[in-house]
């Protein structure tokens, strides 16, 4: 099969690849395989994955120069599930070398795709492009650059059709804190809209709970129901700045809820907004238990369900940045309707380098189902054994697919990957395939969020 790679006008260049087909209803009947050649991503954007017309469409950001890609160049890619055909166009070169600056993307109601994207807050605007036709990345409309007021940073992009079809993007602007845009004629003008909650330095004072280390901005991951509700987790805080609690709500219908439907405020842009403790705690924080959000997502009934990753080893270094980071555990959390119900579900290994003690490999949960998972780890999921591959003798990061039957309690790990001689990487699993299960991740090497040589891979099977 062949992948064109296209830049504008610019020349395409074809690469031809490999892809095995030959699955018998097994996750590992096909081989993984690079769908993109350099490329990151951080993992409070969204979406960075979504299916239309039977293809996937993601974006990623090159950490580096290699494989027909300068570092920092921001790239959409189309990939064909069934072939493994990949069309990837440039949205932005050089746009910067960071994976926060990665775009968060959107199908508009006719089928066309939405980017919006922006740097890792060096400027103070929101950018985005819209495809000309559905499922055709060869063309777009130019740049349009929005003022949000403030450094940009992150971009989670979400349609709601009973709102008559209004377009959200939350990012990091206004008070270093999460804000959100609003779009009505499908992402081609932009208003600002509200502070989603706030954070400021008074917040902190006589806290224990505070290191003493940075702070002042909740991290926030977000997913939609499609419909009219966007839901969101969010952390008090940057983990090394406070020993973060996790907590959940959902925006609908211009107001915001807790999780059990309780209202707490109809936000506006010169209302006081909430802070993250005000909505439902999913989570406690402590010192020897600090959360950082990873994924969320949204059942069948219209109930979320969370994926976090805890640092338990933090306690006795908690202002030493770079000394901990050595034990953390992945949690998963479903709300049944009444509660919240949160397990320890693996053993999630070891920072993934120093000056950043809570990055981990991340946890992927699957959109359509919510009884499976991808982890990372650089440890045996269960026993938390250092893995060490047979390869090359050194410890990497490899993926594991979880399954449980009962919410959450217990988990049952396969390994996707084994013995592998570079990190496996930051999964994510596409939404909108209904018949196939498409897992993306990156693989390679990871020593910072601007110095990255990583690829993207992709292993697809039937559900």
Sequence with gaps: MCAKLMSGSKTNVFFCFFFSLLWAGSLHAAEPIVVKENGGWCWFQGQRAIGWGGNVFFTSISGDDHGDWDAGDLVVTKLDPSSGETT???????????????????????????????????????????TLRPGDLSEWTQEQQFDVGAGYTYSNVYRLPDENDRIFNFHRGRGFNPNCNFSDDGGATWNYGWRLMQRTSADLNDDPRYTGMDGRRPYVCYASNGRDEIHFIATDDHPRAY?????????????????????????????????????????????????????????????????????????????????????????????????????????AGTKLYSGEDDYTGLVALDPQDPNYVVISTNADPVSGTPLVSNADGQRHWELFAGTTTDAGKTWTWTAVTKDSTQDQLRPVIANGVPETRVILWTRGTLKSYTDYHLDIIALASPR
């Design 88 to 130: 990837h166009f440039r949205l932005h070169a050089k746009l910067q070398r960071d994976d926060h600056a990665v775009a968060g993307l959107c199908l508009l109601a006719d089928g066309r795709l939405l980017a919006v994207y922006g740097k890792h807050g060096n400027d103070h605007f929101q950018r985005s492009r819209i």
């Design 243 to 347: 020993d973060n609690s996790l907590y959940h709500g959902y925006y609908k219908a211009g107001k915001l809820f807790a999780s059990d439907g309780s209202g707490l405020a109809t936000p506006t842009a010169t209302g006081e907004p909430l802070k993250p403790r005000d909505f439902t705690e999913v989570f406690a924080g402590a010192a020897d238990r600090v959360a950082w959000a990873s994924d969320v997502e949204i059942d069948t009934l219209g109930n979320p369900y969370v994926a976090f990753s805890v640092q338990v080893d933090g306690a006795a270094v908690r202002k030493r940045r770079g000394a901990g980071g050595s034990d953390h555990r992945y949690f998963y959390g479903r709300w049944d309707g009444t509660r919240w119900r949160e397990h320890e579900m693996a053993h």
